[in-house]
T-cell receptor, first 113, second 113 residues
C-alpha cells in the first residue's frame, strides 16, 4: 500500500519568511496530491492540490511542486503570516482501498509575529 | 450554506456503551468517509461509502459500524468492542470516490472513560 512520509514534524518561522514542507510517497501510480490545513479543534481544509500531469501549481502565497521521478511533493508558503500557523497534512491516493487517501503525519507550523 | 456538519462537537461516554456520531452533508456528494485522528498522527480511514446502501471497510474498521440509508447521511457507531475509542473523529465527502478531493466536517471529539 501507499506510504506517505512528511517532514519536518514542526516548523517555526518569523513572519514574512517562507516555509517549505516536503512529503514523499511510495506508490508510483499515485496521481493526485492534496495539502490540508487544520486549525486547532477544527476539521482539515483543502488548501491546494496538484495532479501528476503538472509540476507546479500556485495560488497566491501558496504553491505545490511535484517531482514524480523522485516521488516527492512540497508545499511552499511565502510571506508567512501569523494566521498561517496550523497543522498541515499532505496526502496521496493508493493503499488498499479504492479512492482512499493516505495522509502524512502532519507538520505543526508556527509563524512568530 | 453548503457543507458538512457533525454533531455533537464534544461527546462523553462511559466505557462499555455504544455511541453514534452524526455526519450530514448537503453538497450532493456521492462518497462519504470517516477518519480517526489521534494526537501526533495523521488521519486513518475507518469506513467509506461510494453510494447509498453501500460501504467498505478502511484500515481500522474493527470496533466500528456505519450505515448509509440516505445520500446526505453517514452515521458512525463506535461500539464497546473498540478498545481505544477516545479520539477526534472526522467525516468527509467527495463527489465520487475516484475524484479524491475530500472535504471535511468540523469533527467530533469523543472521550470514553
Amino acid at each position: 500500500g501507499e506510504n506517505v512520509e512528511q517532514h519536518p514534524s514542526t516548523l517555526s518561522v518569523q513572519e514574512g519568511d517562507s516555509a517549505v514542507i516536503k512529503c514523499t510517497y511510495s506508490d508510483s501510480a499515485s496521481n493526485y496530491f492534496p495539502w490540508y490545513k487544520q486549525e486547532l479543534g477544527k476539521g482539515p481544509q483543502l488548501i491546494i492540490d496538484i495532479r501528476s500531469n503538472v509540476g507546479e501549481k500556485k495560488d497566491q502565497r501558496i504553491a505545490v511542486t511535484l517531482n514524480k521521478t523522485a516521488k516527492h511533493f512540497s508545499l511552499h508558503i511565502t510571506e508567512t503570516q501569523p494566521e498561517d500557523s496550523a497543522v498541515y497534512f499532505c496526502a496521496a491516493p493508493g493503499g488498499t482501498s479504492y479512492g482512499k487517501l493516505t495522509f502524512g503525519q502532519g507538520t505543526i507550523l508556527t509563524v512568530h509575529p | 450554506d453548503g457543507g458538512i456538519t457533525q454533531s455533537p462537537k464534544y461527546l462523553f461516554r462511559k466505557e462499555g456503551q455504544n455511541v453514534t456520531l452524526s455526519c450530514e452533508q448537503n453538497l450532493n456528494h456521492d462518497a462519504m468517509y470517516w477518519y480517526r485522528q489521534d494526537p501526533g498522527q495523521g488521519l486513518r480511514l475507518i469506513y467509506y461509502s461510494q453510494i447509498v446502501n453501500d460501504f467498505q471497510k478502511g484500515d481500522i474498521a474493527e470496533g466500528y459500524s456505519v450505515s448509509r440509508e440516505k445520500k446526505e447521511s453517514f452515521p458512525l457507531t463506535v461500539t464497546s468492542a473498540q478498545k481505544n475509542p477516545t479520539a477526534f473523529y472526522l467525516c468527509a465527502s467527495s463527489w465520487q470516490v475516484d475524484s479524491y478531493e475530500q472535504y471535511f466536517g468540523p469533527g467530533t471529539r469523543l472521550t470514553v472513560t
